[in-house]
């Protein structure tokens, strides 16, 4: 099994999957290509990657291509197309292939090992990243942090330390939680609170910053998964949402989040995996989910009337 991470792949070049992929070609150029296919990949093949002004010719490989398997892959699509991702990765797999899901929601990772073996998957979630994609544009200010790892992690395993090895050359910001488990949980309760909470207000980060009514919006959303984590006792409590604060301070008034983004550009949101998931989680234990049933609602009418 290999620890060197000499052939990384990135599949989902959106805000997300274009900063790590940047860092990674800064970093190393020959380490890095992404996958697509159809016109993803005659786009990107043609134009590149543009990040903070920068162009980035990234080589790209269509899914069915014959070349090296990667020693690891980051997942960075949007849920809706993981099933198409987790067929296109298909040939970038093997034995010693790690694969990293920095996707939203709860259920990638049991998803992509359901496919390929858990024991190829390691946890992670992106926070306080302010990236922003418009057009073939990819723009940030803050790095933000990536927490990953086992989904325990009391004593790091040699494919984690590699990987911390990796992302401090690459100059990626990250942490190791004891609990990843209950880390993916956290971010959950963040996307289910500010993701949708700006994308029903049209809000940017700003508005959070400036507004009572705002943030009490998030935080009732939030408050709903926490009782649902209670249910599935993960240790999360109204300090996780206080503490949150400290990275939505930290994030440009202007940013906006993934979710609102995708409403201005009359994308296909991640309802399903935040509001969807709680209520369905919620009725599954018996847990009232009121705010997120007409967060649901409204961002359903949203997709419909804007598509």
Not at 53 to 64: S, T
Not at 67 to 91: G, Y
Not at 105 to 125: F, H, P, T
Request: charged letters at 25%; a positive charge; one cysteine or more.
């Amino acid at each position: 099994m290999s620890l060197k991470f000499e052939r990384i792949s990135v599949i989902g070049a959106g805000a997300m999957g274009a900063v790590y992929a940047s860092k990674f070609y800064d970093m190393d150029r020959t380490c890095i290509s992404l996958i697509a296919g159809g016109h993803r990949h005659d786009r990107l093949r043609e134009k590149g990657l543009s990040v903070n002004g920068k162009h980035y010719p990234i080589p790209v490989f269509r899914p069915e291509d014959k070349r090296p398997a990667s020693d690891l892959i980051l997942v960075a699509v949007k849920n809706h197309h993981l099933p198409e991702a987790i067929r296109d990765m298909k040939k970038a797999v093997a034995e010693g292939t790690h694969i990293l899901s920095v996707m939203n929601g709860i259920d990638s990772e049991n998803q992509i090992g359901a496919v390929y073996g858990m024991e190829k998957i390691l946890y992670a979630v992106a926070v306080g990243i302010d990236a922003v994609r418009e057009g073939d544009r990819v723009t940030y200010s803050r790095n933000g942090r990536l927490y990953f790892g086992e989904a325990e992690n009391r004593v790091p395993t040699e494919r984690v330390k590699a990987l911390q090895a990796l992302f401090d050359r690459a100059g990626i910001l990250h942490e190791t939680p004891e609990d990843m488990i209950r880390t993916l949980w956290w971010k959950f309760m963040i996307n289910v609170g500010i993701n949708q909470a700006s994308a029903v207000l049209r809000a940017p980060y700003g508005v959070f910053h400036r507004f009572t009514e705002a943030r009490e919006l998030m935080e009732t959303a939030m408050r709903e998964v926490i009782r649902l984590a209670k249910a599935a006792k993960i240790s999360l409590s109204e300090q996780d949402i206080q503490e949150y604060y400290s990275f939505l301070a930290k994030v440009s008034p202007d940013g906006k989040t993934s979710m609102l983004q995708d409403v201005e550009a009359k994308r296909k949101t991640e309802v399903e995996i935040f509001a969807g998931k709680v209520i369905e989680l919620g009725k599954q234990v018996a847990v009232p989910t009121p705010v997120n049933e007409t967060l649901y609602r409204i961002l359903r009418i949203t997709e419909q009337y804007l598509g």
